[in-house]
């Protein structure tokens, strides 16, 4: 193996790292937005659902994040 294929299979690796974590952050977030949103028009409490919505949307998707690169580095 060339110096050359393990430097674009590192980068590699690391694009989709990097994209994963992009994503679980954008998807947990989306669904805390969304769930935050049905809350409100459930209760009527307008912003508030979505507020909490969004904060726990992203520690859950800091929480993934983290899981995912915790499992990658082992």
Known sequence: MKPS????????????????????????????????????????SNPIGLLVGILLGLVAGIYSAFQLVRRVVR
């Not at 674009?8 to 937005?33: E, F, K, N, P, Y």
């Not at 969304?34 to 209760?43: K, Q, T």
């Open 5 to 44: 294929d393990d430097l674009h299979s590192q980068l590699a690796r690391s694009m989709v790292l990097t994209t994963a974590i992009g994503l679980d952050l954008a998807c947990a977030l989306i669904a805390g937005a969304l769930l935050g949103r049905f809350v409100d028009s459930r209760l009527g």
